[in-house]
């Protein structure tokens, strides 16, 4: 059976690291109201553009994740369950996003831009901060997701609907389909 959850989806250009924190608080059962976005983007000192720092983001996870916060990945493993900073793989710029799993053809993950689990094959990924400062970086964490969870975001992007309404799962399947046919297809 697959897991489903809604979570969060970023409200700004420059908040996908906050969206990504408040995202694994959403699975973690945390209360929502106390790990919002504006609320860990705001303590975190989030800049415009730029976002918030890697390091400002290890020290949140660290002070409010607890036993369920395992630390900075060490470069050579590749941790499921994190959040790691990849580039964007339309715009080529930095992006948080929440990895679910992977094998050796693919990474999925939920990306909190696009308000859904995308998957991608590896030769897509960038696995570095768009300045190139940081290589294989992620924050590992104990979640025990499901290899099949699916995470939808509560907006769906550039449409301003919200699961209150009729919203249009057939075209976020069809993307996410499209994105693994044409993506992973490829050798």
């Known amino acids: 059976m697959t897991a489903h959850k809604v979570l969060p989806r970023q409200k700004t250009i420059y908040t996908c690291g906050a969206a990504c924190l408040s995202a694994i608080a959403h699975i973690l059962g945390y209360d929502a109201t106390l790990y919002s976005e504006k609320k860990i983007a705001d303590e ?5 553009v ?36 990849i580039q964007n793989p339309i715009s080529g710029v930095g992006h948080y996003v929440v990895v679910i799993s992977h094998n050796s053809r693919s990474v999925r993950f939920y990306c ?7 998957e991608l094959p590896w030769n897509k990924i960038i696995w570095e901060s768009s300045d190139k400062v940081y290589v294989r970086w992620a924050l ?17 992007p550039e449409m301003g609907l919200s699961y209150g309404e009729p919203n249009p799962h057939w075209l976020l399947r069809s993307m996410n389909r499209f994105l693994t046919y044409s993506c992973c297809k490829e050798k």
């Open 44 to 48: 975190c000192g989030a800049i415009p």
């Open 50 to 85: 730029y976002g918030i720092d890697n390091d400002v983001m290890h020290e949140y996870a660290l002070k409010n994740f607890g036993e369920h916060y395992l630390g900075l990945a060490d470069g050579i493993e590749i941790p499921s369950g994190a959040i790691w900073n």
């Open 112 to 118: 909190p831009y696009y308000a859904n689990t995308l």
């Open 140 to 156: 590992k964490f104990n979640l025990n997701i499901p290899e099949n969870a699916i995470f939808l975001g509560d907006e769906w």
